[in-house]
């Protein structure tokens, strides 16, 4: 399958790295047609990795993982284009995390909106479902680097869409279980966790872990 | 021991309940001396229960649980008084749910600040401990309702505070896990917890869940 991959970062690497050893086709988008950590990407990960701009990647793939740094997410999917991501599925792994004030971060937005909801309000014609976001980006395409349960969740409008991203989720990630949340105000919900997350990193001392619901 | 159970909800008759079952003494406090919820829990629960106002219930207790719905927290301590929490722990079950414009609610205090973080500043001479809010009540005093591991967070400025809520969350309610999550500024993540606690209620079906953190 033709997949997009927005943003040169962490995250984008991982999700990249994961679909081309799943013998996708993969373009890295970025601002620039050159940027130098998606050549870096290109170069490590063979003929199936390519690279391009925002809109490049966009128009490339059938289904879009937006990686990008959630202050910069509104900017790079305007760049993405409406009319590229018309009808498909945008699998939205952003975080609205603010570290501008030191740690720990704050939220620019939460409680009454998401980054979810404002990419879904942006781009109506976009499947857009949330999910990886709550985890470590090496956990989130290698769950059992964490032993035992853990879950993951999904956000989304679409149901079709929710059905594929959790096929995608269980099927070429290796999640048990996907917990879907219901509709795209619930990624609120998982946006606000990662406050959490990121107190809980502290205390465990290492990104590699993950909540489960136990219930009875 | 003497302890105030503060709040005539389910959170305070769950508190209160455990605490009379465990032999202590417990006075139930709320806006008046003779509420009827406050009656009916005393009538209930044998001669180690009474009820009084929040300053009353304050002044008699050692230790006091704020079981007050969180709106109500505010007005509710300011009538216990500064006199009477000074020096003593305050352990902080409060939520900031707002449930004005419907389901699914949110938050009237969140991300830049905490209500266990606004009572720890307007009462900072009592020792304030959140916990507790991240489950059912049912759950809190009886964790065993939920199979398996699962976990309980503290948060507050004083170690000493900290460690005998831990003891009490462990030996007297039968936690297994208590994680110390740090001062009191993280008494937010755990009230932001509570909006993804809320749709994985709808989710599951019940109340009766928790999560685990597991860890590589």
Same mark, same amino acid.
């Given at each position: 399958?033709?997949?997009?991959?927005?943003?040169?970062?962490?995250?984008? =690497?991982?999700?990249?790295?994961?679909?081309? !050893?799943? =013998?996708?086709?993969?373009?890295?988008? @970025?601002?620039?047609?050159?940027?130098?950590?998606? @050549?870096?990407?290109?170069? !490590?990960?063979?003929?199936?990795?390519?690279?391009?701009?925002?809109?490049?990647?966009?128009?490339?793939?059938?289904?879009?993982?937006?990686?990008?740094?959630?202050?910069?997410?509104?900017?790079?999917?305007? !760049?993405?284009?409406?009319?590229?991501?018309?009808?498909?599925?945008?699998?939205?792994?952003? =975080?609205?995390?603010?570290?501008?004030?030191?740690?720990?971060?704050?939220?620019?937005?939460?409680?009454?909106?998401?980054?979810?909801?404002?990419? !879904?309000?942006?781009?109506?014609?976009?499947?857009?479902?949330?999910?990886?976001?709550?985890?470590?980006?090496?956990?989130?395409?290698?769950?059992?680097?964490?032993?035992?349960?853990?879950?993951?969740?999904?956000?989304?409008?679409?149901?079709?869409?929710?059905?594929?991203?959790?096929?995608?989720?269980?099927?070429?990630?290796?999640?048990?279980?996907?917990?879907?949340?219901?509709?795209?105000? @619930?990624?609120?919900?998982?946006?606000?966790?990662?406050?959490?997350?990121?107190?809980?990193?502290?205390?465990?001392?290492?990104?590699?872990?993950?909540?489960?619901?136990?219930?009875?």
């Amino acid at each position: 399958m033709k997949i997009a991959v927005l943003g040169t970062g962490v995250v984008g =690497n991982a999700i990249g790295t994961k679909l081309i !050893q799943l =013998n996708h086709q993969v373009m890295m988008g @970025s601002r620039t047609a050159n940027n130098e950590k998606a @050549s870096a990407w290109v170069k !490590q990960n063979g003929g199936n990795a390519s690279q391009g701009t925002f809109a490049d990647a966009t128009k490339f793939g059938e289904i879009i993982f937006n990686c990008t740094n959630g202050a910069g997410t509104p900017a790079a999917l305007n !760049q993405a284009g409406a009319e590229n991501l018309k009808g498909k599925i945008l699998i939205d792994i952003s =975080n609205a995390l603010d570290f501008s004030k030191g740690m720990p971060p704050t939220l620019f937005v939460c409680n009454t909106d998401s980054l979810g909801e404002q990419i !879904q309000r942006a781009f109506p014609e976009a499947k857009v479902v949330k999910t990886l976001n709550t985890i470590n980006c090496n956990i989130m395409v290698n769950p059992s680097l964490v032993p035992g349960d853990h879950d993951v969740f999904v956000s989304g409008n679409d149901a079709d869409a929710k059905a594929k991203v959790t096929d995608i989720l269980k099927n070429w990630f290796g999640w048990k279980t996907v917990i879907d949340l219901g509709d795209i105000t @619930s990624a609120r919900t998982v946006e606000m966790w990662v406050i959490l997350w990121v107190r809980l990193m502290g205390v465990v001392g290492h990104p590699n872990f993950n909540l489960h619901i136990t219930k009875a």
